[in-house]
């Protein structure tokens, strides 16, 4: 069943490049995989902190690299997230002047990555998902992009090449580091090995490095994070929901996934650097944010500023914190998806993102108007909206601290100043929905028309998942607390 | 029972055949020729599947003194016929220019020796790969070499290629001076040109070491020209440029492969002595970052591959440095389906537009085959998962990883970087750019299938590595 | 009395000035008359190595002397084809000086 849902976008990519209707192809094989992972959360046993619905084919025996897929409740959560934003973004994709089928096969080949990475076990495919995002994203970019799109598609394709391979070798070091006769790519396998504390502590620090920085330049960690804003205003609106919602979470997965569990040691070597990095991303992205003149790229600074938040989970290793990471990366994945997706339609019709072009638009466009709201509120993080859970979740984990609980640490100033970083995101979001929405409607716009049915199904997909989700967060965090509870429980003994 | 040396003597026969039927036989079309070889080494390539790999029953005395038969030679004699078989699929394409050049004479002049050549530098290759001892070696590499003189200077009336095969010549030919020097060095210190008795006597702490190392300084000076390796680069863009096309290919993958297996032979029994990691360290940095940075500002497709054959070496080197044959081994295969399958494509468009990059320009509009078939070169040449050429640097990464090589994995790293930028280029004026042309580019049934054969085995091989890795297993 | 050493200085200068030419001279036919040299250098110190070499039964070590045999013979087809290169470009260009074969720039 796994399987079947990551086969789905990719076979459906290449049915399209060998000709097959677009549209429909890609809407169908988007439905397809969101019903099967409903599915999967359906038949999913709760409580238990193993993989579930393993499937492995060996690919080399000698270096013990098999196709191993299989989903726990942390990458169950990963995979929904990236099958909504998926049927939304495509469903929002409509039609195409040149190349539409390439652009669809581009679309579901980033996602079928996505999805892929998520639900590998195996470590050497972990990483190869991804990677198989890095072309479409290119070309989805550079042909369809907009603006700067020529600077912007060459700075994230080098940004993320060079991210993916510093990464790699992380993983080579790590596979390296454990004894013989237990290495292996397969996670669970290094887990093991990990909490007999076969890993080394000098060879975690290094591995963590490595894997922070290459982790940390695919998710925009402060100061790698300047191809995002660029790469997001320039992407198509699809691509932008799908990258800025689904495959920048990759890397935060991957740091919930390996870092922690596998490397607690160099997590707690490093964690001070990480700390001062995040507040980089929070305070520093966070002021430049506000100074944003243009929609488009308040929001792609706005989607690396909220990465500060998710890093602060991750490094309280608490469960608290973890968790509302992995909450936070749900909600975050949605609500930047549903303000591209709104932006792009502007952009459609109007031409422009231009604040102060823009304005008054909630008079024509209504529904786009409270789309939008919905989103502002979301990021914002008011209650009701599982972005505010996340980040609740965060600020207590954070504040407690998982490596010393006793003393006064640098967590508690970490808190306090990213408990700014709220105001900071309240006061350019609101700032931008007041610009764009609210005010004197110029004349120019008085022709535009609000969203059509066609874009009023998936916006509304997206609005009622990130409800949902905010009002019952705790069915989420029930499916990924049990493994962090192994994990971290079994650091504290140690 | 077929012996590994029979398919080399059937390879041989096949070329004669082949030469003599071009010379007595006038009237018929010289693309049967190109046919007959390709299925004769079709043949060749499948008995090398049923010869049974097996180090040499005496390796001192007599024949399997300078001859062995081990898992490396069989796998690299495949890797030499499938890359003549290709290189002469895309002869059969190139066949118009050639014709064009010869003006005056008969339609179909030269093109018999043009299809010829490629099965004598097979031979010389399939020998090489199996040479053991340094006259072997050295024999084998000149038949390879002074084939290769003939084949880079073939369309003559063009003075590019004129000028290229002057460079190939005299630098190939300095590079032959080189290693027979080096040769006589290593001879005069230990009396021997086994290399299995080399190794023996270089162990006996009694041996002269330093010049032992100075023959080989001079040997590795020579491979260096062979496999495209800075300081002795210089003549590679030069000769890509100027050969043709086909030629090119050829050159970057069956001489490239062939001089790495020599290195990875002569370099055994020098491993005890430490300089010699060292120095091949340098070499490696020096050729990654140079091949990288000047591949960046190229504008000239069939130039940038060349560049991009000079980086290529530095991740080999890489391999070597760490004495990792089997990740050196996979490498070049991945090498080998990846450059063909670029060299493949340029050949067919090049000759409806130009060598140049903007020549590529909108070609996914003129032909999303060909387009789609260069996107899978370039991306698994970039290194990029789920094709071979990312296994192959995963491989390497290993190696230099466990061994510690921070400055090789370093710069390895960087380079990496500007390879996605230069190969991307192409990619980007294939999909982004527009092209006032419109019309649909011809491809042949033949290249068609070829084409297709390269796109499905690059994929293959990136993602079940391990019958590749079977075969290479000592 | 000639020792082994006179002849490897001879064969290294030989070497050297057979390098040396193929470097800094421009005229393309005493480049090819360079590389022979080179090549007889190192028959040289093969020749003078065997004979130097001398085993158990008091014969030289007739390995490099046949290694010589097959430098002469692979030195001449190399030549062989090197001058029918040359006499095309001669043909097409009118020149033998490698000054002024330089179309193919960076």
Redesign the interface.
């Known amino acids: 069943m796994v399987l079947f849902v990551i086969l789905c976008p990719i076979v459906a990519a290449i049915l399209i490049?060998v000709g097959a209707p677009a549209r429909k192809t890609a809407l169908a094989a988007s439905v397809l995989a969101f019903g099967a992972t409903l599915f999967l959360i359906a038949s999913f046993k709760q409580g238990q902190h193993d993989f579930q619905h393993v499937t492995s084919f060996t690919?080399?025996?000698?270096w013990r690299l098999s196709f191993t897929t299989g989903i726990d409740g942390l990458s169950l959560v990963m995979v929904l997230l990236a099958t909504i934003v998926t049927l939304a973004a495509v469903w929002f994709t409509g039609t195409i002047d040149k190349?539409e089928n390439?652009f669809y096969a581009c679309l579901l080949f980033i996602s079928g990555g996505a999805i892929g990475a998520f639900a590998s076990i195996d470590l050497f495919f972990f990483?190869?998902?991804h990677?198989?995002a890095?072309?479409p994203t290119?070309?989805l970019i550079?042909?369809w992009g907009s603006g700067n799109r020529?600077a912007a598609?060459?700075k994230i394709?080098?940004y993320l090449?060079?991210g993916s391979?510093?990464l790699?070798?992380g993983l080579?070091?790590l596979y390296?580091s454990v004894p013989a006769v237990s290495r292996s790519f397969d996670i669970r396998t290094l887990t093991a090995a990990a909490s007999l504390g076969q890993i080394a502590a000098e060879a975690q620090r290094h591995i963590y490095l490595l894997l922070l920085i290459g982790f940390g330049i695919l998710i925009s960690l402060f100061p790698f994070h300047t191809w995002a804003p660029e790469a997001y205003a320039s992407a198509p609106a699809p691509a932008a929901m799908l990258h800025a919602g689904v495959l920048k979470k990759f890397g935060l997965y991957g740091l919930l996934r390996l870092a922690i569990p596998l490397l607690p040691e160099g997590a707690r070597h490093w964690t001070n650097l990480l700390v001062v990095l995040l507040l980089g991303n929070i305070i520093y992205v966070g002021l430049v944010t506000i100074a944003q003149k243009r929609l488009d790229w308040m929001l792609g600074y706005s989607s690396v500023m909220h990465m500060g938040y998710i890093f602060l989970g991750i490094a309280s290793a608490t469960i608290l914190g973890t968790t509302g990471a992995v909450v936070l990366i749900f909600a975050h994945g949605l609500s930047i998806a549903l303000l591209f997706a709104i932006a792009g339609e502007l952009r459609k019709q109007t031409g422009t993102l231009v604040f102060d072009e823009l304005g008054g638009l909630a008079k024509v466009m209504p529904f786009a108007g409270l789309a939008f709201g919905f989103g502002v509120f979301a990021a914002i993080g008011l209650p009701g909206f599982a972005n505010f859970a996340g980040e609740i979740m965060i600020f207590f984990g954070a504040f407690k601290n998982g490596w010393e609980m006793d003393r006064f640490h640098i967590f508690q100033i970490a808190t306090a100043l990213a408990l700014w970083g709220v105001v900071i995101s309240t006061v350019y979001m609101l700032r931008a929905y007041r610009k764009a929405f609210m005010g004197i409607l110029n004349d120019r716009w008085n022709g535009l028309v609000d969203f059509r049915s066609g874009l009023r199904i998936p916006v509304a997909l997206l609005v009622g998942a990130l409800l949902c989700y905010g009002f019952f967060p705790q069915f989420f965090v029930r499916m990924v607390t049990p493994g962090f509870r192994t994990y971290l429980t079994v650091n504290k003994s140690r | 029972m077929i012996t590994a040396p029979e398919l080399e003597i059937t390879v041989l026969v096949l070329g004669m055949v082949i030469l003599m039927v071009e010379a007595f036989a006038t009237n018929i079309d010289k693309r049967v020729l190109a046919f007959a070889a390709i299925t004769g080494l079709a043949i060749v390539l499948l008995a090398t599947f049923f010869v049974t790999p097996g180090a040499s029953p005496s390796p001192t005395t007599g024949f399997w003194s300078f001859y062995t038969a081990d898992r490396l030679s069989i796998f690299f004699k495949q890797f030499a016929l499938v890359t003549t078989i290709f290189v002469l699929i895309m002869m059969t394409d190139y066949a118009p220019v050639v014709r064009s050049s010869f003006p005056g004479s008969t339609s179909q002049a030269g093109l018999g020796e043009f299809f010829a050549l490629p099965i004598f530098t097979c031979v010389g290759l399939m020998y090489l790969v199996s040479a053991i001892d340094f006259v072997f070696i050295f024999v084998s590499l000149e038949l390879v070499t002074i084939s290769f003189y003939v084949l880079v200077s073939f369309t003559r009336r063009n003075p590019i290629t004129l000028e290229a095969g002057i460079k190939y010549l005299v630098l190939s030919a300095l590079s032959t001076a080189f290693l027979v020097y080096g040769i006589a060095w290593i001879f005069g210190v230990t009396g021997q040109t086994n290399l299995q008795r080399i190794t023996e006597v270089l162990a006996n702490p009694g041996t002269d070491r330093g010049a032992a190392l100075l023959g080989m300084v001079f040997i590795l000076v020579a491979l260096g020209f062979k496999i495209a390796a800075v300081p002795f680069q210089i003549w590679v863009p030069d000769v890509y440029q100027g050969a043709p096309t086909p030629v090119t290919a050829y050159l970057s993958v069956g001489s490239k492969a062939a001089g790495f297996v020599v290195l990875l032979r002569v370099l055994q029994p020098f491993l005890a002595l430490p300089q010699m990691q060292r120095l091949i360290v340098l070499i490696a940095l020096l050729t990654l970052i140079y091949g990288n940075l000047a591949a960046l500002p190229q504008a000239n497709l069939k130039r940038l591959l060349a560049y991009s054959s000079i980086a290529h070496a530095g991740y080999l080197l890489i391999g070597v440095a760490c004495f990792d044959g089997r990740a050196v081994s996979f490498y070049l295969a991945a090498y080998l389906l990846m450059t063909l399958l670029s060299f493949a494509v340029l050949i067919i468009v090049a000759q409806q537009t130009g060598e140049q990059i903007s020549d590529f320009d909108g070609l996914a509009k003129r032909s999303p085959f060909l387009a789609f078939a260069m996107l899978i070169g370039m991306v698994s040449l970039a290194g990029v998962p789920f094709t071979a050429g990312f296994l192959g640097k995963f491989f390497i990464f290993y190696a230099a990883l466990k061994q510690h090589q921070i400055a090789l994995v370093v710069v390895g790293v960087i380079t990496v970087g500007c390879g996605f930028y230069y190969y991307l280029k192409v990619v980007r004026a294939m999909y982004w750019q527009s092209t006032a042309k419109i019309d649909k580019i011809p491809v042949t049934g033949l290249s068609r299938l070829a084409i297709s054969a390269l796109i499905i085995a690059t994929i293959w091989l990136g993602i079940f590595p391990q019958p590749v890795l079977d075969a290479l297993q000592r | 009395m000639i020792t082994l050493g006179d002849y490897l200085i001879v064969s290294g200068v030989l070497f050297s000035i057979g390098f040396a030419g193929v470097m800094l001279r421009r005229n393309l036919i005493i480049i090819l008359m360079s590389l022979e040299l080179m090549l007889n250098a190192a028959n040289l110190s093969l020749v003078a190595f065997s004979r130097f070499r001398v085993d158990s039964t008091g014969l030289p070590n007739y390995n490099a002397q046949v290694f010589v045999f097959f430098i002469i013979t692979v030195a001449a087809a190399e030549v062989a084809v090197g001058l029918a290169i040359l006499v095309a470009l001669f043909r097409a260009r009118q020149t033998t000086d490698v000054k002024d074969i330089s179309s193919l720039k960076f």
Not at chain 1, 59 to 62: A, G, R, T, V, Y
Request: hydrophobic share 70%; aromatic share 18%; proline share 3%.
């Open positions: 490049m690919i080399s025996p000698e190349y390439a990483y190869a998902f990677e198989l890095l072309i290119f070309l550079g042909i020529v598609a060459w394709t080098i090449a060079i391979f510093i790699l070798l080579i070091l390296q």
